[in-house]
Protein backbone atom coordinates (compact mmCIF):
# COMPACT_ATOMS: atom_id res chain seq x y z
CA UNK A 1 0.00 0.00 0.00
CA UNK A 2 1.44 3.50 -1.26
CA UNK A 3 0.17 6.51 0.60
CA UNK A 4 -0.22 9.42 -1.60
CA UNK A 5 1.99 12.82 -0.41
CA UNK A 6 -0.20 15.34 1.19
CA UNK A 7 0.85 18.72 -0.33
CA UNK A 8 2.09 21.37 2.56
CA UNK A 9 -0.95 23.08 3.94
CA UNK A 10 -0.93 26.67 3.79
CA UNK A 11 -1.28 29.06 6.55
CA UNK A 12 -3.21 31.94 7.42
CA UNK A 13 -2.69 35.13 8.65
CA UNK A 14 -3.34 34.80 12.00
CA UNK A 15 -1.17 31.45 12.33
CA UNK A 16 2.08 33.14 10.15
CA UNK A 17 1.89 36.00 13.01
CA UNK A 18 2.06 33.23 15.75
CA UNK A 19 5.00 31.38 14.05
CA UNK A 20 6.93 34.83 13.94
CA UNK A 21 6.42 35.81 17.26
CA UNK A 22 7.17 32.13 18.32
CA UNK A 23 10.27 32.17 16.29
CA UNK A 24 11.63 35.46 17.73
CA UNK A 25 10.82 34.34 21.05
CA UNK A 26 12.89 30.95 20.63
CA UNK A 27 10.17 28.80 20.63
CA UNK A 28 10.62 27.61 17.30
CA UNK A 29 13.17 24.79 16.28
CA UNK A 30 13.19 23.95 12.66
CA UNK A 31 15.32 22.52 9.72
CA UNK A 32 17.70 24.78 9.32
CA UNK A 33 18.46 24.42 13.37
CA UNK A 34 20.21 21.12 12.38
CA UNK A 35 23.88 21.01 12.18
CA UNK A 36 24.10 18.82 9.56
CA UNK A 37 21.85 18.02 6.80
CA UNK A 38 21.32 14.37 8.11
CA UNK A 39 20.47 15.73 11.52
CA UNK A 40 16.98 16.50 10.72
CA UNK A 41 15.72 12.91 10.65
CA UNK A 42 17.35 12.68 14.18
CA UNK A 43 15.47 15.91 15.40
CA UNK A 44 12.44 15.46 13.92
CA UNK A 45 11.14 11.44 13.88
CA UNK A 46 8.35 11.75 11.45
CA UNK A 47 11.13 12.85 8.35
CA UNK A 48 13.63 9.89 9.59
CA UNK A 49 10.57 7.12 9.53
CA UNK A 50 8.11 8.66 7.16
CA UNK A 51 10.12 10.73 4.34
CA UNK A 52 7.97 9.52 1.56
CA UNK A 53 4.84 11.11 3.22
CA UNK A 54 6.67 14.64 2.60
CA UNK A 55 6.06 16.87 -0.55
CA UNK A 56 9.01 18.33 -1.60
CA UNK A 57 7.49 20.12 -4.06
CA UNK A 58 6.08 22.86 -1.61
CA UNK A 59 8.20 22.92 1.12
CA UNK A 60 9.52 25.54 2.81
CA UNK A 61 10.04 24.54 6.23
CA UNK A 62 10.05 21.88 8.83
CA UNK A 63 9.72 22.88 11.90
CA UNK A 64 8.22 22.26 15.34
CA UNK A 65 7.41 24.58 18.50
CA UNK A 66 9.13 23.70 21.75
CA UNK A 67 5.89 24.60 23.93
CA UNK A 68 2.75 22.84 22.18
CA UNK A 69 5.02 19.75 20.53
CA UNK A 70 6.14 16.18 21.21
CA UNK A 71 9.73 17.07 22.50
CA UNK A 72 11.80 14.65 23.89
CA UNK A 73 13.45 14.54 26.98
CA UNK A 74 16.35 14.14 25.33
CA UNK A 75 18.21 15.19 22.49
CA UNK A 76 21.29 15.06 19.79
CA UNK A 77 24.16 16.84 19.53
CA UNK A 78 23.11 19.68 21.81
CA UNK A 79 19.48 19.99 19.61
CA UNK A 80 15.99 18.62 20.54
CA UNK A 81 14.23 15.67 19.42
CA UNK A 82 10.64 15.80 18.52
CA UNK A 83 8.30 12.56 17.99
CA UNK A 84 5.55 15.27 15.85
CA UNK A 85 6.73 18.35 13.31
CA UNK A 86 5.01 20.43 11.12
CA UNK A 87 5.65 21.82 7.63
CA UNK A 88 5.18 24.92 5.81
CA UNK A 89 4.87 25.96 2.59
CA UNK A 90 7.70 27.38 0.75
CA UNK A 91 5.43 30.59 -0.02
CA UNK A 92 4.25 31.21 4.01
CA UNK A 93 8.26 30.47 4.30
CA UNK A 94 9.09 33.26 1.91
CA UNK A 95 6.50 35.57 3.92
CA UNK A 96 7.48 34.41 7.58
CA UNK A 97 11.21 34.77 6.99
CA UNK A 98 10.54 38.40 6.01
CA UNK A 99 8.50 39.29 8.63
CA UNK A 100 10.69 37.49 11.19
CA UNK A 101 13.50 39.86 9.98
CA UNK A 102 11.19 43.01 10.69
CA UNK A 103 10.05 41.45 14.26
CA UNK A 104 13.95 41.91 15.29
CA UNK A 105 14.87 44.84 13.86
CA UNK A 106 11.50 46.69 15.81
CA UNK A 107 12.60 44.56 18.61
CA UNK A 108 16.14 45.97 18.82
CA UNK A 109 14.55 49.54 18.58
CA UNK A 110 12.63 49.23 21.48
CA UNK A 111 12.39 52.55 24.01
CA UNK A 112 12.46 51.30 27.85
Known amino acids: ?3 KKKPCP ?5 ELRDFVLAYCDGSIWTNLDALQPRDVGLMFLPVAFAPHLIDLEGLGL ?3 D ?3 DDKFP ?3 NGRPMFGS ?3 MHKD ?3 RAREAIKRELDRR ?3 DV
Do not use: E, L, P
Open 1 to 3: MTR
Open 10 to 14: RMNAD
Open 62 to 64: IWA
Open 66 to 68: VRK
Open 74 to 76: TGI
Open 85 to 87: CRV
Open 92 to 94: DWS
Open 108 to 110: KTI
